[in-house]
Structure formats: structure tokens, C-alpha cells
């Protein structure tokens, strides 16, 4: 009988820590313009806890852009989610000539 305790334990915590660490990750688009579509891209990302807390200031496309070295017309804004239990990152993608 403790055998069996032990063994239904272990499944337990281990379909535990596989929830925990299982993840989604989806890319929307969310603004395409008229400027032409190149080779640079820029990311911009941050950890989001509970759907609501973002823990990077800088998040967003002028940070994006920076990081691209994009100084002129942002072409397209993609954004990747990657969905945790506790939390998620969110980045955001920008591309430009």
C-alpha cells in the first residue's frame, strides 16, 4: 500500500511540473503601413504576470525600432505571445526597409 502511495505521488508531481512548464506561442499581425517591407527587424519584449503587470517600462515599437536600428517607416508590428500559467512574454516585432 505505501508503494502505491508513493507511485501515485510521483505521478502527480511530475504532471505538475509538465503543466508548469508547457507553453503556446501564437503571432498576430497588428499594423502593416505603406513603407516597403526590408531586411531590418527590430524586437521588443517583456514578461507580462497575471495579464496586466508588464515588467519592462521600455516595452513597445519605439523600443523595438531602437533595438532594429529602424530610424525610418516601420513597415509591419507582429506580436508573439508565449502563454505560461503564472505569466506570459510578449514581444513585439517590427520590420522596415
Same mark, same amino acid.
Given at each position: 500500500?505505501?508503494?502505491?502511495? +508513493?507511485?501515485? =505521488?510521483?505521478? !502527480?508531481?511530475?504532471? *505538475?511540473? *509538465?503543466?508548469?512548464?508547457? *507553453?503556446?506561442? !501564437?503571432? =498576430?499581425?497588428?499594423?502593416? @503601413? !505603406?513603407?516597403?517591407?526590408?531586411?531590418?527587424?527590430?524586437?521588443?519584449? %517583456?514578461?507580462? =504576470?497575471?495579464? %496586466? !503587470? /508588464?515588467?519592462?517600462? &521600455? /516595452?513597445?515599437?519605439? &523600443?523595438?525600432?531602437? +533595438?532594429?536600428?529602424? %530610424?525610418?517607416?516601420?513597415?509591419?508590428? &507582429?506580436?508573439?505571445?508565449?502563454? /505560461?500559467? #503564472? #505569466? @506570459?512574454?510578449?514581444? =513585439?516585432?517590427?520590420?522596415? +526597409?
Amino acid at each position: 500500500m505505501r508503494i502505491m502511495k +508513493k507511485r501515485i =505521488l510521483n505521478v !502527480i508531481i511530475a504532471a *505538475s511540473c *509538465s503543466a508548469l512548464l508547457a *507553453s503556446c506561442a !501564437i503571432t =498576430l499581425p497588428v499594423a502593416v @503601413s !505603406i513603407a516597403p517591407i526590408g531586411t531590418k527587424t527590430g524586437v521588443s519584449s %517583456s514578461v507580462v =504576470l497575471f495579464g %496586466s !503587470i /508588464y515588467l519592462n517600462g &521600455d /516595452y513597445g515599437v519605439k &523600443d523595438a525600432a531602437n +533595438k532594429g536600428k529602424i %530610424s525610418g517607416a516601420i513597415a509591419t508590428i &507582429d506580436e508573439k505571445t508565449t502563454s /505560461y500559467v #503564472f #505569466f @506570459s512574454k510578449k514581444e =513585439l516585432i517590427v520590420t522596415s +526597409k
